[in-house]
């Protein structure tokens, strides 16, 4: 008597009642839907991270870092790394005109100068860097350049902050946080400091062979 009344409670570990055709209907259609709601927010997200405009490099960049001239640079994509490098640079809580103007020299150097370019510049020049997140910036690049793109951006970065002839611990250790939201090892990352320690070193003894003697 007991186990018929078990059974017809249906408490037996091994029964499984299969689901009403109205359950399945409703699952099916919530998961259409969440389906399409998120296709829509890739699908804006997309338009919002690209606009179209492009800026194309000079042959100062093919010399520098090895990429062809003319080749074209998603322009939200060059706004967003601009942004994280100022953030970078003003981890020690000030953006030096020094590190500042370095990488609007470098930008110049690189880019051939056009409307796009220049709009770039003015949205730099603009940006509140002290309240930036430079994971949030740099989450949603494609990195699809014919380059090492997260290593020359790390360079920049160590470039900019020695701009102003101090490299900061703050400064540092944000160049080393965004080498690991890039996925660069540390010791990439001390080879990169290396190169613009010699680099700074030669720049030195160069205009130095070069100085006229009164």
């Known amino acids: 008597m007991r186990q018929t009344r078990n059974l017809l409670k249906g408490d037996l570990p091994w029964v499984r009642i ?4 109205f359950k399945i209907a409703v699952s099916i259609k919530t998961v259409q839907t969440i389906v399409k709601l998120e296709l829509l927010k890739n699908q804006k997200k997309e338009e919002n ?5 492009t800026v ?3 042959k100062y960049a093919q010399h520098k870092y090895g990429i062809a001239a003319q080749s074209l640079v998603d322009f939200e994509v060059g706004v967003n790394c601009g942004c994280a490098l100022l953030a970078i640079a003003g981890a020690d809580g000030t953006l030096a ?7 609007i020299d470098e930008q ?4 051939v100068d ?3 370019f220049q709009e770039y ?6 940006f509140d860097w002290k309240n ?6 740099l989450s949603g690049i494609k990195y699809d350049f014919p380059l090492n793109f997260r290593n020359s951006l790390l360079y920049q970065a160590i470039k900019m902050s020695r701009a102003d002839g101090f490299y900061h611990e703050k400064e540092k250790a944000a160049v080393a946080k965004t080498a690991e939201i890039l996925g660069v090892d540390k010791t990439v990352v001390v080879g990169l400091e290396s190169v613009a320690e010699m680099e700074e070193t030669a720049d030195k003894l160069r205009i130095a062979l070069f100085e006229t003697k009164a």
């Open 18 to 21: 299969p689901p009403s055709p």
């Open 49 to 53: 991270m690209s606009s179209g405009k």
């Open 56 to 58: 194309a490099l000079s």
């Open 97 to 103: 005109e020094a590190e500042f103007q370095w990488y």
């Open 108 to 111: 110049e150097m690189v880019a």
């Open 114 to 116: 056009s409307e796009a």
């Open 121 to 126: 510049i003015e949205i730099l020049l603009k």
């Open 132 to 137: 930036a997140n430079i994971e949030e910036l």
